[in-house]
Protein backbone atom coordinates (compact mmCIF):
# COMPACT_ATOMS: atom_id res chain seq x y z
CA UNK A 1 0.00 0.00 0.00
CA UNK A 2 1.31 3.25 -0.87
CA UNK A 3 1.66 6.41 0.92
CA UNK A 4 -1.20 7.79 -1.14
CA UNK A 5 -3.54 4.89 -0.35
CA UNK A 6 -2.34 5.25 3.16
CA UNK A 7 -3.67 8.61 3.51
CA UNK A 8 -7.32 7.76 1.95
CA UNK A 9 -7.57 5.13 4.26
CA UNK A 10 -6.48 7.54 7.35
CA UNK A 11 -9.18 9.94 6.27
CA UNK A 12 -11.58 7.24 5.60
CA UNK A 13 -10.93 6.19 9.42
CA UNK A 14 -10.79 9.53 10.74
CA UNK A 15 -14.43 10.31 9.07
CA UNK A 16 -15.47 6.77 10.43
CA UNK A 17 -14.37 8.15 13.83
CA UNK A 18 -16.74 11.48 13.15
CA UNK A 19 -19.34 10.02 12.57
CA UNK A 20 -19.58 7.38 14.94
CA UNK A 21 -19.31 10.37 17.59
CA UNK A 22 -21.50 12.60 15.77
CA UNK A 23 -24.58 9.69 16.22
CA UNK A 24 -23.61 9.23 19.53
CA UNK A 25 -23.88 13.18 20.04
CA UNK A 26 -26.96 13.34 17.98
CA UNK A 27 -28.81 10.84 20.14
CA UNK A 28 -27.79 12.61 23.75
CA UNK A 29 -29.38 15.32 21.67
CA UNK A 30 -32.70 13.85 20.82
CA UNK A 31 -33.02 12.97 24.42
CA UNK A 32 -32.95 16.11 25.07
CA UNK A 33 -35.67 17.07 22.75
CA UNK A 34 -39.15 17.20 24.36
CA UNK A 35 -41.12 17.69 21.07
CA UNK A 36 -41.74 14.19 19.73
CA UNK A 37 -41.20 15.26 16.23
CA UNK A 38 -38.23 16.96 16.62
CA UNK A 39 -36.42 13.70 19.03
CA UNK A 40 -37.68 11.21 15.81
CA UNK A 41 -35.74 13.39 13.21
CA UNK A 42 -32.69 13.95 15.44
CA UNK A 43 -32.87 10.07 16.10
CA UNK A 44 -32.77 9.85 12.32
CA UNK A 45 -30.07 12.60 11.63
CA UNK A 46 -28.37 10.05 14.18
CA UNK A 47 -29.30 7.01 12.15
CA UNK A 48 -27.55 8.74 8.73
CA UNK A 49 -24.66 9.41 10.86
CA UNK A 50 -24.48 5.56 11.80
CA UNK A 51 -25.05 4.62 8.09
CA UNK A 52 -22.14 6.49 6.64
CA UNK A 53 -19.70 4.84 8.97
CA UNK A 54 -21.10 1.51 7.89
CA UNK A 55 -20.10 2.39 4.77
CA UNK A 56 -17.04 3.73 5.35
CA UNK A 57 -15.85 0.74 7.48
CA UNK A 58 -16.73 -1.00 4.83
CA UNK A 59 -14.45 0.59 2.23
CA UNK A 60 -11.84 0.30 4.90
CA UNK A 61 -12.31 -3.49 4.34
CA UNK A 62 -11.80 -3.01 0.80
CA UNK A 63 -8.73 -1.71 1.48
CA UNK A 64 -7.38 -4.15 4.05
CA UNK A 65 -7.64 -1.48 7.05
CA UNK A 66 -9.14 -2.40 10.56
CA UNK A 67 -9.97 -3.22 12.82
CA UNK A 68 -10.11 0.39 14.18
CA UNK A 69 -10.38 1.62 17.46
CA UNK A 70 -13.68 2.76 19.33
CA UNK A 71 -13.96 6.43 20.49
CA UNK A 72 -15.16 6.65 23.82
CA UNK A 73 -18.75 5.56 25.02
CA UNK A 74 -19.37 9.25 27.43
CA UNK A 75 -20.26 12.15 25.21
CA UNK A 76 -20.09 15.26 27.31
CA UNK A 77 -22.75 18.01 25.67
CA UNK A 78 -22.58 21.48 26.80
CA UNK A 79 -26.09 22.20 29.07
CA UNK A 80 -27.49 24.60 26.39
CA UNK A 81 -29.04 22.68 23.61
CA UNK A 82 -29.21 25.43 20.90
CA UNK A 83 -25.02 25.80 21.05
CA UNK A 84 -24.97 22.01 20.73
CA UNK A 85 -27.39 22.07 18.15
CA UNK A 86 -25.30 25.02 16.12
CA UNK A 87 -22.00 23.22 17.11
CA UNK A 88 -23.35 19.99 15.40
CA UNK A 89 -24.37 21.52 12.51
CA UNK A 90 -21.42 23.14 12.10
CA UNK A 91 -19.51 19.98 12.45
CA UNK A 92 -21.80 18.66 9.39
CA UNK A 93 -20.43 21.49 7.43
CA UNK A 94 -16.97 20.96 7.94
CA UNK A 95 -17.34 17.18 7.80
CA UNK A 96 -19.06 17.88 4.47
CA UNK A 97 -15.85 19.89 2.81
CA UNK A 98 -13.54 16.84 4.53
CA UNK A 99 -15.60 14.12 2.18
CA UNK A 100 -15.31 16.28 -0.88
CA UNK A 101 -11.29 16.47 0.01
CA UNK A 102 -11.18 13.11 0.10
CA UNK A 103 -13.86 11.90 -2.39
CA UNK A 104 -10.83 13.85 -4.77
CA UNK A 105 -8.31 12.02 -3.14
CA UNK A 106 -10.19 8.93 -3.97
CA UNK A 107 -10.88 9.32 -7.48
CA UNK A 108 -7.01 10.23 -7.85
CA UNK A 109 -6.02 6.47 -6.90
CA UNK A 110 -9.10 5.61 -9.08
CA UNK A 111 -10.69 4.08 -5.96
CA UNK A 112 -14.23 5.17 -7.50
CA UNK A 113 -16.35 3.13 -4.53
CA UNK A 114 -14.83 5.09 -2.27
CA UNK A 115 -14.95 8.27 -3.97
CA UNK A 116 -18.61 7.13 -4.12
CA UNK A 117 -19.47 6.45 -0.91
CA UNK A 118 -17.87 10.47 0.31
CA UNK A 119 -19.66 12.28 -2.19
CA UNK A 120 -22.71 10.07 -0.96
CA UNK A 121 -21.72 11.39 2.53
CA UNK A 122 -20.94 14.91 1.52
CA UNK A 123 -23.98 15.03 0.06
CA UNK A 124 -25.84 14.13 3.59
CA UNK A 125 -24.05 15.93 5.73
CA UNK A 126 -24.94 19.27 4.02
CA UNK A 127 -28.36 18.28 4.59
CA UNK A 128 -27.90 17.49 8.10
CA UNK A 129 -25.83 20.58 8.69
CA UNK A 130 -28.67 22.27 7.31
CA UNK A 131 -31.21 20.63 8.85
CA UNK A 132 -29.25 21.27 12.40
CA UNK A 133 -28.67 24.66 12.08
CA UNK A 134 -32.37 25.00 10.96
CA UNK A 135 -33.15 23.24 14.60
CA UNK A 136 -31.45 25.52 16.26
CA UNK A 137 -32.71 29.01 15.00
CA UNK A 138 -35.85 28.15 15.52
CA UNK A 139 -35.71 27.59 18.76
CA UNK A 140 -33.45 30.19 19.31
CA UNK A 141 -36.58 32.38 17.64
CA UNK A 142 -39.03 30.44 19.96
CA UNK A 143 -36.76 31.24 22.91
CA UNK A 144 -36.61 35.00 21.77
CA UNK A 145 -40.58 34.87 21.26
CA UNK A 146 -42.47 33.01 24.27
CA UNK A 147 -43.40 29.83 25.05
CA UNK A 148 -44.59 28.99 21.36
CA UNK A 149 -41.92 27.18 20.75
CA UNK A 150 -40.58 25.64 17.51
CA UNK A 151 -38.85 22.60 19.22
CA UNK A 152 -42.24 21.93 21.10
CA UNK A 153 -44.81 22.87 18.10
CA UNK A 154 -46.01 20.85 15.70
CA UNK A 155 -45.15 21.66 12.01
CA UNK A 156 -47.54 23.52 10.23
CA UNK A 157 -48.60 25.33 13.04
Given at each position: ????????????????E?????????????E???D??????????????????????AR???L????????????????????????????????????????????????L????????????E?D????L????????????H????????????
Amino acid sequence: MGARHTRLAAALAAAWEAEVVSARRMTALAERIGDARVRARLMVLAAFCRAHASRLLARLAALGRGPLPVPPEDIELDADTILELRREGCFARASAARYETTAELARQQADLSSAWVCELNRTEEQDRARELLALAEGALAAVMHGPSSTLDASPGS
